[in-house]
Every structure is written in C-alpha cells, then in structure tokens.
C-alpha cells in the first residue's frame, strides 16, 4: 500500500484538501485525512497538484498514427490506448465510422484479441453508423451508409459476444424487430446521425433509447414550428447525450445553454479521428480529413471528426464555457462511466475504485499518471 499526498483532490462528488489516497495493486483503499496516514505507508508527495478521476471517453476513432477502421489491428488500437492515455484518458471505446459489414466483424475479432491478451484501457466498442440516415450521415463514407438487415445485425451481435458497448443509430430507418433485436442484446442504443423529428424522438426514447450521440451535430435543429431531435434530448429527463467541446463542432454558447438545461444528463467525447498530430492530409477508401492545425474538414468543407483529446475538451469547458473545474472533470469521467454501466469502478476517488488516476497542474496538464506501472 501507499499514500497519495499533498494534492487537492476531485473524488468526482466533493474536492478535498489536507487529505490522502491510499492504494494497493489497482484499487483505492481509502481516502483519509493526510494526518491519518499510517506512518508506516510509502508516501507519493503530489506537491499540491489537483488529483482526479482517470478520464473516460466513449467515441474517439484513432490516437497519433493509428485510425482503427482503417488499420483495424492490435498495433493501431494500442497506439489509440497510449496517445489519449498520455493525456489523462485512462478507459476509452474506439469507434467506427460507417464501413462495410466485412470490416466490422474484423473490427471486433481484433478488439476481442486485443482485450484477451491482457491489454488494458478498452471498454469495449462503439458502431457509429452505418445504420444511420444518409442525409445526416456528415463526413460518414456515402457507400457505406445503408439500412440494417436481420442477417447483418444478427451477425454482428452473434460476433460480439458481448463486446459491442454502444451503436449510434438513426431508428427512423430501422425496422422495429431489429431495433427490438438490438435491445434485447444489451447494446446501448444511441440516437445519432438522424433526421428524427422531435414526436418520433420522444417515441425512440419512451421506447427505450437513453443517450444520444454528439449533441447538435447529425441531427435535425430546433426551430419554432419543429423542435427537432435537440430539444428532444434536452426535454427528455431520461436522456443523456454526448458533446464534442472543441471550438468547431458547437459554439461555446450552445454548450452553457446545453449544460444549464440538462445537467448531470451531459458529457464530453473527444470524437478525435486522430489526435496529438501536425497538419496533414488523411485518406481512407472515400473518406477524406485535412487538418490546419485546428480542425479537420473533408473535401466538402465538413467536420470529420476532432483533432483534440477528452482533456482538451475539459479544458475549453473550464476556460471557455464558464464549467467549474470540478463539474468538468466529472463530464469526462463520472459522467460517461456512470452512462456506460461502469460507474461502479471508473469516475470516482474511493474505496473499491480504480487507482489509476490522473495529476493535473494548474492549467489542467498532465504531470502524471497513477498507476502506469501496474
């Protein structure tokens, strides 16, 4: 066991000061007062750095060089693990774009090696599409948009074997049986990429769908005489949704508004087709991604993903959107966990939790990660 002292800590429910984290192998023992420390215990002297949760991020597509629907290896999705591990993202999803059917079930077999080899920091798999409505698909690959068949998604869930965490889709242009074949296995249903109006989205919803994909983007707008998916989302306590907080994606003001009218209900992806990157030119089949430094568009002058990490996004929350520091450390942490069904073991400073845990400076950079070595 050791002590993790001299730090002010966000247990993802209160901020601590004049306390210490006790840990063992990979769990938090305990959180006690600093002179409660057993003098016998190794200390690790955190020199007044803030202490949080390890960030969880469920949809990103690829990390410094690796873009797994491309790459679909276990080379591609450890260097994902790392990049975004490196800046405090210590449990993540990686995500498809729309692809073919072939691809996808690659894309488990790999992702299911990966986990078995004894690989940390994957929670699963999130399928962005293809399912999803062609005139909302964004920069999403124009061939590979389709409409789902029995046999396809039987297959996928037969493959899975309970891999597949979270399908973002557009129910408007599912069958009923399939969406009821999707429910039945466990798969978290996310309401994305679609031209729903807002009567059919409080359908989805009554009918069981809780969370929606990257709030304002893909989805029909608010207007007067239709409220769209997006005052769906925001007039639906059960709903929760994720945001990319990047500049680009949504202005900082629709993020404050967003936030004051939803809450806890609201939390932060990175959404980053590649991260940590110079400007560059990406290609993959007819998907296409130029980066300039701030944003990647294709050859449309479409967004096509983000070029930030979940830290990234914490911090425009922090700087540029007015959140407290301790309420955005907990949208990109407690939040989604909690969202995901792992809120048990990820997204809290407390005994029974994960001991991998991230310091910040005070500019909310990392200056370290407990528990790499483990």
């Not at 990390?63 to 449990?91: M, Y």
């Not at 940590?276 to 430094?293: Q, V």
């Amino acid at each position: 066991m050791r002590a993790l002292t001299h730090c002010t800590i966000y247990t993802g429910e209160e901020v601590l000061t004049n306390h210490a984290v006790l840990i063992e192998n990979d769990i938090i023992i305990d959180v006690v007062l600093q002179e409660d420390v057993p003098a016998d215990v190794p200390t690790t002297d955190l020199q007044g750095h803030d202490l949080i949760p390890g960030l969880v991020d469920l949809q990103l597509y690829g990390g410094k060089t690796g873009f797994f629907v491309r790459d679909l290896s276990e080379e591609s999705l450890n260097d994902i693990v790392e990049t975004h591990r490196s800046d405090g993202t210590v449990a993540l999803v990686p995500t498809l774009y729309s692809t073919s059917h072939e691809r996808i079930l690659k894309a488990i077999e790999v992702t299911k090696a990966y986990i078995a080899a004894g690989n940390t920091g994957v929670l699963g798999l999130h399928i962005e599409g293809p399912f999803i409505n062609f005139t909302k698909r964004g920069a999403h690959s124009a061939t590979a948009v389709r409409v789902p068949t029995k046999a396809e998604i039987a297959e996928i869930i037969a493959h899975s074997e309970g891999l597949l965490t979270v399908m973002t889709i557009a129910p408007e242009i599912w069958p009923e049986e399939l969406l009821h074949l999707l429910q039945e296995s466990d798969i978290i249903l996310s309401l994305g990429h679609t031209n729903a109006t807002y009567r059919q989205s409080g359908e989805y919803f009554t009918g069981g769908i809780q969370l929606a994909t990257h709030l304002y983007n893909a989805m029909r707008p608010f207007e007067s005489r239709e409220p769209g998916v997006v005052t769906a989302i925001w007039d639906t306590p059960t709903v929760n949704a994720s945001i990319i907080v990047d500049g680009y994606h949504c202005d900082f003001a629709t993020v404050r508004i967003a936030k004051q009218l939803m809450r806890e209900r609201l939390f932060l992806i990175s959404d980053a087709t590649l991260a940590k990157i110079e400007p560059m030119r990406f290609e993959f089949e007819d998907f296409t991604a130029n980066y300039d430094g701030h944003r990647l568009l294709n050859d449309e002058g479409k967004l096509a993903g983000s070029a930030i990490t979940l830290l990234d996004a914490v911090r425009n929350c922090i700087h540029h959107v007015g959140i407290p520091k301790d309420e955005a450390f907990r949208m990109a942490s407690l939040y989604p966990a909690q969202h995901l069904g792992v809120g048990d073991r990820l997204g809290r400073i407390k005994a029974g939790y994960s001991s991998v845990l991230v310091v910040l400076d005070e500019e909310q950079r990392v200056v370290g990660i407990i528990g790499e070595e483990q």
